[in-house]
């Protein structure tokens, strides 16, 4: 006789959405006061979300705060994870614009969700309108259950279950195209190189390379011809490779990835491909020292790269980093090429408890 059991891990989890209407309006609320969701349940507890249109203290005035706060009196708090969103136009989460927290509640949330002068230029604001949505998840108790088990019929040939299909190939065959520049009508001048492409795929993936290739001097030409003045050769071709399979090249050398994904994140600003931006980011995270830490931020604040930004004053909060970087005098350049940067550093650090 054959017996089984499951671990299981029980969760519940619910999901909130708060609109703010005449955004414009809550900003005369002043800096460290909230203004309170209505309560939801989720898990068994009661729940709010606290909106702070000009940031939870005076470090974070230029910033909306988002918390969720536990209404529920429970003197332990509640084990619980939760993510933040903004809303786009098509009613999806905004990438970057997400913030995930996971800890036992009372209340937590991100003092630095986006800063008003982002909000207020992008167009998830419209109408004097944006919608933030809340997902919480909460961990209830480990339960062992007893489990069927299915031991089939004595004698009984083994079921064989059918191969996986194989790895998606899509990636691997617009590579083959772009390699052997079959049917290609775009010639790119670049660094002294020239790289061949088709309109068709540059135009699907990039709204700045569609309006290029729209324009009236290519109708009718055979072979349209661009040149590239602000990029080296390395640099296009990695992000043509992009275009084609959506990854990043393989890189074998961690000096040799520091160096070219700034380019590539500022080459992903400029044609408007804001996952290439978001990869990037997420890797130049990765390579944040005591070396590099000043350049990375002057980059971070030059291409609103939040993350790398996040990331690398993260790095500076910590006493023992900050001196090691004065003494290179990374914070001397910064303040000479990136004011502003060095004044979000001072704001962070005097807001460290």
Known sequence: MKT???????????????????????TDIPTGS?????????????????????????????????????????PNGVRARHTFSLLGRDGKPVPY???????????????????????????HLRGDSFTIICDVTVMKEIQTRSVDVDVGVVGAAPVVAPPPPPP??????????LDAGEAADVAFEVDGRTFMAHRCVL??????????????????????????????????????????TDSLPEMAEQGEAAAMLPDLAAAANRYGMERL????????????????????????GEHRCHGL????????????????????????????????VLEDLVAKLAAAP
């Open 4 to 26: 089984a059991s499951a671990i299981v891990a029980v969760t519940e989890s619910g999901q909130h959405l708060l609109r703010i209407d005449g955004y414009s309006h809550t």
């Open 34 to 74: 909230d203004i309170k969701s209505a309560p939801f349940r989720v898990g068994g507890h009661s729940w709010r979300v606290s909106y702070y249109p000009n940031g939870l203290s005076s470090a974070w005035s230029d910033y909306v705060s988002l918390f969720l706060k536990l209404d529920d009196n429970v």
């Open 97 to 123: 614009f997400t913030n995930a927290g996971k800890r036992i509640f009372t209340d937590w949330g991100t003092s630095a969700f986006i800063t008003r002068s982002d909000l207020e230029k992008s167009d």
């Open 168 to 177: 998606p190939e899509l990636g691997r065959d617009m590579g083959v195209l």
């Open 203 to 244: 135009a699907a993936r990039s709204p700045v390379f569609r309006a290029k290739l729209a324009g009236a001097g290519h109708a009718g030409a055979a072979v349209v011809r661009i040149v590239i003045e602000d990029m080296e050769a390395q640099d296009f071709q990695a992000l043509l490779r992009y275009v084609y």
């Open 277 to 300: 931006r978001l990869l990037c980011e997420e890797r130049l995270r990765g390579f944040v020292d005591v070396r590099n830490v000043a350049a990375m931020l002057a980059f971070a």
């Open 309 to 340: 930004k996040e990331a690398c004053l993260r790095f500076l909060g910590d006493p023992e980093n900050l001196k090691e970087v004065v003494k290179t005098n990374g914070l001397e350049h910064l303040s000479k090429t990136c004011p502003s």
